[in-house]
């Protein structure tokens, strides 16, 4: 709990504290404070299908400077951008990614679109914005390939299990390698084999002594504040406690949040 959380009566309403948790917040940040990034998860999927072109195009116009998708690899070797490794939850198909052809995925609709691949997702992003790519199935080597043909790789960062991630630094990449915390042994250990440049957070692992290792190596910190974290009082405490980018599935009311504090 920050210090001066610690101060607010606890009879109070759990909304009015965190309306005085906020306030707090922004009576401490200096408007000359660094930018914080605001992270679209799935892109702005509230309004359009997840991880489709609408979704990244929508996110983009409200102002993120990273969307988050999410990368599976078909039968016969296609990109594509699909969460679950079976097309069933968000398309109108059935089946396992991994036995499907890119034409049979490509025939799939999302609420109307199409399944895009990687390759179109990075060419809608392309000098626009970051994207965080979740490499659900995807190998290093094709990571690499893709971001540089679309000169990419100074803006990107890939969220991946630590065998891949490896994979990217020993390629030369290591800018690229974005590991979860964990906890401070463990993350230790990708500072020492990684040498990320951005390390991932979430509701479990975004604890104090975790973030000022990262902080203290001169790393950024992006800290997923999805479900029932994904609210101003949660992006505020975020914030004053380190976070330098924040994944969401509200990016425009985020943006404006940040405004306030000072942070855009």
Not at 43 to 70: C, M, Q, S, W
Not at 163 to 189: D, H, I, Y
Not at 213 to 234: E, I, N, Q, S, Y
Request: glycine fraction near 6%; charge should be neutral; include cysteine.
């Amino acid at each position: 709990m920050l210090p001066f959380a610690r101060t607010l009566s606890p009879a109070l309403p759990r909304l009015t504290r965190r309306q005085a948790l906020a306030a707090a917040c922004l009576a401490r940040m200096s408007a000359a404070a660094p930018k914080v990034a605001v992270i679209a998860h799935r892109g702005e999927h509230l309004a359009n299908p997840e991880n489709t072109i609408p979704a990244i195009e929508a996110a983009i116009r409200l102002g993120a400077d990273f969307v988050e998708i999410d990368v599976r690899t078909t039968r016969d070797g296609g990109l594509v951008l699909l969460h679950n490794d079976s097309v069933d939850a968000t398309t109108d198909g059935q089946g396992a990614v991994a036995s499907l052809t890119l034409p049979e995925v490509r025939k799939l609709r999302s609420r109307g679109q199409p399944v895009p691949t990687l390759d179109e997702a990075l060419e809608t992003m392309r000098g626009r914005c970051g994207v965080y790519l979740d490499a659900k199935r995807i190998t290093a080597e094709r990571i690499i390939a893709a971001l540089e043909r679309h000169k990419m790789t100074d803006r990107a960062v890939v969220y991946a299990q630590f065998n891949l991630l490896l994979e990217l630094t020993s390629r030369g990449f290591p800018r690229l390698a974005m590991p979860e915390a964990n906890s401070v042994q463990l993350l230790s250990k990708c500072l020492q084999e990684l040498q990320p440049a951005v390390i991932a957070f979430d509701r479990r692992d975004f604890e104090d002594d975790i973030i000022q290792l990262a902080l203290a190596a001169g790393k950024d910190v992006f800290v997923d504040r999805l479900g029932r974290d994904d609210h101003p009082a949660a992006w505020a405490d975020a914030v004053q406690r380190g976070a330098t980018g924040i994944q969401t599935d509200h990016p425009a009311e985020l943006l404006a949040s940040l405004q306030a504090l000072g942070r855009r």
